[in-house]
């Protein structure tokens, strides 16, 4: 596509429901990041993918946190039994590359705002 | 711990003024940074990047400067116009780590016309 693409753009949920975040990547890119941004903040890294490589998990804050990219293109973020903490806005990005080369351009989706009431 | 940190959080100027907005880092293992732009209700937009190795980079109306001796990064836009208010992130990333990119908590600009 020609930008990154996230569904839905907003999603009401009660606490204690499961989500689930999609994330449409720009075609060719193998680099695809979560990040988490909270009113007011910056951002947060959840997750990173890259190619084949296992992914960096080291930034979901809980078990209740999960991601997965399938045929190295679609990436799905999905969040267990709901908290009021899990409100913010959900960015995925993408690039052709991020791992060992810098340099090298992440393009931003416009996100998913996530309210769990 | 590492961070990455704006000095300022608001800053509001008139149109045709420059515009410098501070960051402040911590990790001296950091060896590039970015800056971005978001604008409300949008996903950040890449304005310009640095590697450590250089301490100035030139864009269209923007130039990123970095002192690696007291870890700051400064982006600053000249003539800044009303399109140019948002919120600016820095971001440092480390080697072979540049996925997992720290952001800072982001300046609010504001340009009245």
């Known amino acids: 596509g020609a930008g990154v693409s996230q569904s839905p753009s907003n999603k009401v949920t009660e606490k204690g429901k499961d989500v689930e975040l999609r994330c449409d990547p720009i075609s060719g890119h193998t680099a695809l990041y979560w990040y988490r941004q909270s009113l007011g903040q910056g951002l947060e890294f959840l997750i990173y993918?890259?190619?084949?490589?296992?992914?960096?998990k080291s930034g979901l804050p809980s078990d209740r946190f999960s991601a997965e990219r399938t045929g190295g293109s679609v990436s799905t973020l999905t969040i267990q039994r709901t908290q009021q903490e899990d409100s913010a806005v959900y960015l995925c990005?993408?690039?052709?590359?991020?791992?060992?080369?810098?340099?090298?351009?992440?393009?931003f989706g416009q996100g998913t705002r996530l309210t769990v009431v | 711990g590492e961070s990455v940190g704006l000095h300022l959080p608001t800053l509001s100027v008139q149109e045709g003024d420059n515009s410098i907005i501070n960051c402040a880092y911590s990790n001296s293992a950091s060896d590039y940074f970015i800056w971005y732009k978001q604008e409300s209700g949008k996903g950040p937009q890449f304005i310009i990047d640095?590697?450590?190795?250089?301490d100035k980079r030139q864009g269209q109306r923007v130039t990123v400067l970095l002192n690696k001796t007291v870890k700051h990064l400064s982006l600053q836009i000249a003539a800044t116009q009303p399109g140019d208010s948002a919120v600016y992130f820095c971001a440092e990333g480390r080697p072979n780590l540049y996925g997992k990119l720290t952001f800072g908590q982001g300046t609010i600009l504001t340009v009245h016309p």
């Open positions: 993918f890259q190619g084949n490589s296992a992914p960096d």
């Open positions: 640095i590697r450590s190795n250089m």
């Open positions: 990005a993408s690039s052709l590359d991020r791992g060992r080369e810098m340099n090298t351009e992440a393009f």
